[in-house]
């Protein structure tokens, strides 16, 4: 008998994942939106506070920072701690004034599944250069995601591949079952860094190779971009592994 392991990973945007009695949900459902009246009310009301708090502009007009808060049942927040400390040093103007603002909103739209408030994760791109003087009404930032090796639309499944193909899991054989949450920046020159694993698995030399695969891996995106500027963009993947005896 021998053990096999069976892999899944499962991509998302980003940027936190909650395990609790009470379902959180790491994005919001389909058609349903984080703010009453939707992204437009949401960066109307921004720049609103913005002028009515006399906050002040980033002095650095390229800052841009993906803001992520966690919207409970109730409408009240809960600001979410970015695990990237570099990101948050680069653009920490964007990042205060996003936590800053949120303070006073009042719109959060709690999510629902089943006729029942649910708590979600919600994400804003933060582009401060265009919420002071530079606001126009109906203001939404044209955002489009990273491609990988320009693939086209199932590009995240070609990395995928690509990337257990480089796994050397014949090291490794055990009976049971855990997560490794694993995130990575794909910078605007398209390259992969940052990776690092947000959720471990306890056995550190299998950490290490998971870390070192992502290393190893390449190829170059396509990189983000808001109103066709390139920016840093955040992944987090979650990959869970399950032993199988034969």
Not at 55 to 70: D, G, T
Not at 122 to 136: E, V
Not at 168 to 195: C, H, M, P, Q, Y
């Amino acid at each position: 008998m021998k053990n096999k392991l069976l892999i899944t990973l499962l991509f998302v945007f980003n940027f936190f994942i909650v395990q609790s009695q009470t379902q959180i949900l790491e994005r919001y459902p389909d058609y349903q939106l984080p703010y009453k009246g939707g992204y437009e009310a949401y960066y109307k009301d921004f720049h609103d506070i913005i002028v009515d708090k006399k906050l002040q502009p980033c002095s650095n007009k390229n800052e841009i920072y993906q803001f992520s808060v966690l919207i409970r049942p109730d409408s009240s927040i809960q600001f979410i701690k970015d695990l990237n400390p570099k990101i948050v040093e680069s653009n920490k103007c964007a990042h205060d004034l996003a936590r800053e603002v949120a303070k006073y909103q009042k719109g959060w739209n709690p999510a629902l599944v089943n006729n029942i408030n649910q708590s979600a994760v919600a994400r804003f791109m933060i582009f401060p250069d265009d919420l002071f003087s530079n606001y126009r009404e109906g203001y939404v930032p044209i955002f489009t995601s990273p491609v990988y090796n320009n693939y086209g639309d199932d590009h995240i499944v070609r990395f995928r591949k690509e990337l257990l193909a480089r796994f050397d899991l014949r090291r490794f054989s055990w009976n049971d079952i855990f997560t490794v949450e694993t995130e990575f920046t794909i910078t605007k020159e398209g390259k992969l860094e940052d990776a690092i694993l947000t959720k471990k698995t306890g056995l550190e030399e299998f950490d290490r190779m998971i870390l070192l695969t992502f290393k190893g891996m390449k190829k170059k995106w396509t990189p983000a971009s808001i109103n066709g500027q390139p920016i840093d963009f955040r992944y987090r993947l979650t990959l869970k592994a399950i032993t199988d005896s034969e």
